[in-house]
């Protein structure tokens, strides 16, 4: 399939905690006026994706989709709505429609208009039976329904790839840490809602154990590996293209919580482990990203005190 150059870019879920950095991002490196932000959600109390075009998109609705493409001469589609893992498991119909059907559209959109697409995977792709440093070819037999539409998120990019030409490429995301945008009701929100509960109110109740361990990422690695990703000539990448691993930093709730209590005097935390800690033991402790820095040459930047340092001055300045 020959590819249409179209100049523009259509970012799906933009108001969402991934949504809302790397819509900033893509507007600064492509001109304001050439990255369209949708989401099924009203723009309200979204200042940063308000800056530029937004419209109310609801992914099932393909042929508006299409429309909206075709119309705005869009050439790459970054998907990002979906439903996350905490949210998804109390509503797995829901979660198997927006994850499954969704990046379907998405795909179909991106077949019939000849875009390409970024969609991103998770390490929720991984299950009790990944070892727990996971490599990039580690069974992937997750006990979660939002692992599982992670899974044939990925296999459905490789077909449309591999069938249809579509370059669609993806990230398997560890947790996500920044300050712009609340986390969606993912398994690491903690790794966010502790800066924001500590700094506002001294004190933090998790909601996993203290050993809980899980790999993390900063937002600003994040935005840049999907950049490099996206700039990657296509012939460089290889058969995992739909879910390359990439590796941040690992560190325990304990952890996190003792390097916090070093910056506020009188920081008071808990532990009381609800449904979230079964998700997050059946995700590995870290991440093998090998492959992706021999294709492509990724390398993270922030490590937890830079982490834990960009996120006090994000809070504070906001
Ligand atoms: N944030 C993380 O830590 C993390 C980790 C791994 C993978 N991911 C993946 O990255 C992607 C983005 O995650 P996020 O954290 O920004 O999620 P989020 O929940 O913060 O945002 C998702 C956005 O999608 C929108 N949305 C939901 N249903 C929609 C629909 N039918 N049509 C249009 N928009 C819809 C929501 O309104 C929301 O703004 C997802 O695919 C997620 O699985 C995220």
Request: hydrophobic fraction near 35%.
């Amino acid at each position: 399939m020959k590819l249409y150059e179209g100049s523009k870019i259509l970012v799906t879920g933009a108001l969402g905690q991934i949504g809302t950095d790397l819509t900033e991002a893509l507007r600064k490196k492509y001109g304001q006026n050439n990255v369209i932000a949708t989401d099924i959600r009203t723009i309200e109390n979204h200042p940063s994706v308000s800056d530029g075009i937004f419209q109310n998109l609801d992914i099932m609705e393909t042929q508006k989709l299409i429309e909206i493409c075709r119309n705005n001469d869009i050439g790459i589609i970054y998907h990002l709505a979906a439903l996350l893992s905490a949210v998804g498991e109390k509503n797995p119909e829901k979660c198997r429609k927006i994850n499954i059907d969704g990046t379907i559209s998405i795909l179909e959109a991106a077949r019939l208009c000849s875009l390409r697409v970024f969609a991103p995977s998770s390490i929720a792709v991984f299950g009790p039976d990944c070892p727990s440093h996971a490599s990039q070819s580690s069974p992937l037999n997750p006990t979660t329904v939002y692992g599982q539409t992670k899974v044939i998120g990925e296999k459905l990019a490789r077909e449309y790839w591999e069938i249809h030409g579509v370059d669609t490429r993806g990230i398997r995301y560890p947790g996500l840490i920044s300050y712009k945008s609340p986390p969606g009701g993912g398994t690491t929100d903690y790794a966010v809602e502790i800066f924001h509960s500590a700094i506002n109110h001294g004190q933090y109740e998790f909601f996993v154990e203290p050993n809980t361990r899980l790999p993390m990422l900063y937002m600003d690695d994040a935005i840049r590996a999907t950049l490099s990703l996206m700039d990657s000539p296509s012939e460089s990448l290889g058969i995992f293209r739909s879910g390359f691993n990439v590796s941040g930093i690992t560190f325990t709730a304990q952890e996190l919580a003792s390097k916090i209590e070093e910056r506020i005097e009188g920081f008071k935390y808990s532990f009381v482990p609800d449904h979230r800690q079964k998700i997050a033991d059946s995700w590995p402790d870290s991440i093998d990203d090998s492959i992706s820095r021999k294709e492509w040459k990724w390398s993270p930047q922030f490590d937890l005190d830079s982490i834990i340092d960009a996120m006090f001055e994000g809070i504070e300045n906001t």
